[in-house]
């Protein structure tokens, strides 16, 4: 049986996290060729200006962007961005699972809200999106779906212990989630981008490799969305060298991520700053 690969006659697409980055870039993407996309996320300001921005590009565009405000880590607010998807403008036909925050960790200054905030929009942000949309593909008996997650979920990386932690969740959870979905006519995707040059990443302090534009990484996504492998990744050269990374033993691993990343020669993170006392002390 081929795999169902969503069409905007279909019905509509959906975007979490669209309105910055990579998310955003992928709604007027998918816009662009045809399909109705409900974008959400927190903040309405940007998304009606990603509307406004696909209306100004006229019927030139071919689709058009629906706004629907939600945040992921509210289970409630998902349920009903899909039943404003489902009862007021259609089927989910592609739901896109994107919205995600990037909190590094330094093990010197180890704080429990970096990995609470990051396992609630990266992880469980992804869930509450996943039961509304599954539930309705269910129904309908087809639907296509792409969780976003990262190179970085392939193996730990510097500052990675909470993001990377999510994004190796996320790369099981799609994994074993197939198993079943395939023999419901719903096709599941990994989208493991490597760098993209967005507000997340901008922040960076290093020099990313192989750093990809938002347009590239959109149009990378729609063409993968398109094909029947599994994973979409990108750039290939970068990502599948750090998959094939993870393959080697332990030793090797954190010796070449060391001299790749210059991490053993950085100072540590708590270097010229005052050691806070254990509240004991
Ligand atoms: N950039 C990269 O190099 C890279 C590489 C690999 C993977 N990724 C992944 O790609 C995805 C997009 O990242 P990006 O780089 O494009 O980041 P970005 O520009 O910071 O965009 C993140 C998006 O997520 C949304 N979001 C955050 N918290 C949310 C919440 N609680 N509820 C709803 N939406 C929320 C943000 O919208 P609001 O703030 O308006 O809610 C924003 O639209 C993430 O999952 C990231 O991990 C990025």
Not at 117 to 128: D, K, M, P, R, T
Not at 160 to 166: F, K, L, N
Not at 219 to 229: D, H, R, T, Y
């Amino acid at each position: 049986m081929q795999d169902f690969v969503a069409r905007p006659e279909h019905g509509i697409a959906w975007i979490s996290g669209a309105s910055s980055g990579i998310g955003r870039a992928l709604a007027l993407k998918l816009a662009g060729e045809g399909y109705k996309v409900a974008v959400t996320a927190r903040d309405h300001e940007k998304l009606a200006e990603l509307q406004a921005e696909a209306n100004g590009l006229g019927s030139g565009l071919g689709g058009s962007i629906i706004v629907l405000d939600g945040d992921v880590t509210n289970a409630e607010d998902m349920e009903h961005v899909l039943a404003s998807i489902e009862y007021e403008h259609g089927a989910l036909a592609l739901a896109v699972f994107n919205a995600g925050v990037y909190l590094p960790v330094h093990a010197e200054e180890l704080r429990r809200e970096d990995f609470e905030q990051s396992f609630a929009v990266n992880l469980q942000g992804v869930v509450n999106c996943l039961v509304p949309a599954v539930r309705h593909m269910k129904h309908k008996g087809q639907g296509q779906i792409a969780i976003v997650s990262s190179v970085t979920g392939y193996g730990g990386l510097p500052t990675g212990a909470a993001y990377g932690a999510t994004k190796a969740a996320l790369i099981n959870m799609a994994e074993s989630l197939k198993f079943d979905l395939d023999k419901m006519g719903i096709r599941i995707q990994l989208i493991n981008p490597g760098f993209v040059d967005t507000p997340a990443t901008r922040k960076n302090e290093f020099p990313m490799p192989s750093l990809v534009s938002v347009e590239e990484a959109a149009a990378q996504i729609s063409a993968g969305l398109k094909q029947q492998s599994f994973e979409i990744t990108f750039p290939k050269r970068f990502t599948f060298a750090l998959k094939a990374l993870n393959l080697l033993p332990y030793s090797l691993y954190f010796w070449l991520v060391n001299r790749a990343t210059g991490w053993q020669e950085r100072p540590r993170a708590d270097h010229h700053r005052p050691v806070t006392p254990h509240p004991a002390e």
